[in-house]
């Protein structure tokens, strides 16, 4: 009984939110309200479409992300070619261990996992109680008071082909619903760029 409504309580701070006709796409959502949030991400994203190699194109993103909704740390995770694996791309606020900047993360395991797998937003709103889901595959940001975060696919036509991390503390707001919709709208365009624009890596 205790485990049973041990799980429960680590659902209720975990939700997972399909975004339809968020992602995927250099224009603006049509037919939905436009929040501002997205509105800035549209308008910033045209410059990353510039840039012609994937690491470049994931820090670009990152940025703009952070600096259209608030958070303590953020970090994106890029595809190792030909396996399913993860690799740290970029971040922003984390000082990343040295044993952490070439280490791959599964794909199938914890956070990452479960975002790829289920092809949604994961929203965890309380670190602490979510650890039916967190495991040693996942990289937790060593910062003060991190309470909780979003992560957001990027993937496009079925594909995962990278993943987005944005952190917030203790004592902060927790994530909105048009802050959601923005991150995904930027996972998305950028996953549609590379896909579609960028070479394919060999390496």
Known sequence: TSKKSA???NESVIERKKIEGKTGSKKPIKGSVIDDVVIQAFEQLH???NYKD???VAAAALKVMTSIINSRAGAVFLKVVDKEEFYISKSEGIPVPASKDKQVFSMLKGILGNVVKGGLVLNITDIGNS???IDEN???PKLENIKSLICIPMAF???TIGVFELFRADGDDEFTESEIHAASYIAGSVAEYMERSLPYRSA
Request: overall charge negative; glycine content about 6%; cysteine-free.
């Open 7 to 9: 799980e429960t309580s």
């Open 157 to 159: 036509e079925g594909r």
């Open 54 to 56: 994937h690491d470049v």
């Open 47 to 49: 410059e990353i479409y």
């Open 138 to 140: 996942d990289f937790m």
């Open 131 to 133: 650890s039916s889901i």
